[in-house]
């Protein structure tokens, strides 16, 4: 495995005045879409475009355990991720309620869950490690190359995930 991180190419910020431009001249105060305004021109700067597309909009929930929670940092036992899991898993949490209502898709990642995850369709099995993270109060929580894999994982992954 390449021992190196990837560089993140920059984003390029040359249409940045135009882009600002056409979101200004809405029928709208200036400014008054907060937030959405600046993710607005984000995603329209990651396109490279005046008119973005979004084709499949997706939320994605990575459910992982951090052995750090061993030291009672967490307001809930480690137990409970499963739970939350198996919750998503059934339709029956808030982000289900949330993407559904919104016409997204949910994907669901165990991205290190400690007790035993459900297999279900749609949860994607990503875990480095099984267990979750060691406790950082006594060791690094992943190796160099626990924390490698990850992101080479991720930045395969995310391609089938974006589909």
Do not use: C, Y
Not at 6 to 18: G, I
Not at 105 to 116: K, P, Q, R, W
């Amino acid at each position: 495995m390449n021992d190196t991180l990837p560089r993140p190419e920059p984003l390029d910020r040359s249409m940045a005045s135009e882009l600002q431009h056409v979101i200004d001249k809405k029928t709208k105060p200036l400014g008054s879409l907060g937030r959405l305004e600046s993710l607005g021109l984000q995603i329209e700067l990651v396109q490279r475009t005046l008119k973005p597309r979004i084709e499949r909009p997706t939320i994605i929930v990575f459910a992982g355990d951090h052995g750090i929670a061993a030291e009672g940092v967490s307001p809930f036992p480690q137990e409970v991720t499963v739970q939350m899991v198996a919750n998503f898993i059934a339709g029956g949490a808030a982000i289900n309620a949330l993407s559904k209502a919104a016409g997204m898709t949910l994907e669901l990642v165990d991205a290190g869950v400690a007790s035993a995850s459900p297999a279900a369709a749609g949860f994607v099995d990503a875990a480095i490690r099984r267990g979750g993270t060691r406790n950082f109060a006594n060791e690094p929580a992943m190796t160099r190359n626990e924390v490698l894999q990850a992101i080479a994982r991720g930045a395969r992954d995310q391609r089938d995930w974006l589909r």
